[in-house]
């Protein structure tokens, strides 16, 4: 069983950065993929980027490539994302998610459903 929670959420004004930090409990941290996802208002969840176990296979949306890097430190079993250059667009509820699968440890994925455990959510609100 893995938890997750998420923080590091908040108002935050266009053109400005946050970093959203996860923390993992249970499994073994370096063996699974961790992804980031969110969901506005009215919108499905959607994938943002995905880091394997090792750290060393990042993949991202092409929505945030570029300006939503992720990053693990799994000695201290987090997951981060940071979020720059954040437009009114941006504003959503952000997710972190694990996936256990074997083959996460080297190769993440961004489909939902592979997915396992989420965290509640944080939300980040971009005021223009």
């Known amino acids: 069983q893995v938890q997750l929670v998420e923080s590091g959420g908040g108002l935050v004004q266009a053109g400005g950065s946050v970093r959203l930090s996860c923390a993992a409990s249970?499994?073994?941290?370096?063996?699974?993929?961790m992804g980031w996802f969110r969901q506005a208002p009215g919108k499905e969840r959607e994938f943002l980027a995905g880091?394997?176990?090792?750290?060393?296979?990042?993949h991202y949306a092409d929505s945030v490539k570029g300006r939503f890097p992720i990053s693990r430190d799994n000695a201290k079993k987090m997951v981060y994302l940071r979020m720059n250059s954040l437009k009114p667009e941006d504003t959503a509820v952000y997710y972190c998610?694990?996936?256990?699968?074997?083959?996460?440890?080297?190769?993440?994925?961004?489909?939902?459903?592979?997915?396992?455990?989420w965290g509640q959510g944080t939300q980040v609100t971009v005021s223009s």
């Open positions: 998610a694990a996936d256990t699968s074997p083959s996460s440890a080297t190769s993440p994925s961004s489909a939902q459903g592979h997915y396992a455990y």
């Open positions: 249970g499994g073994t941290f370096s063996n699974y993929a």
């Open positions: 880091i394997s176990g090792s750290g060393f296979s990042i």
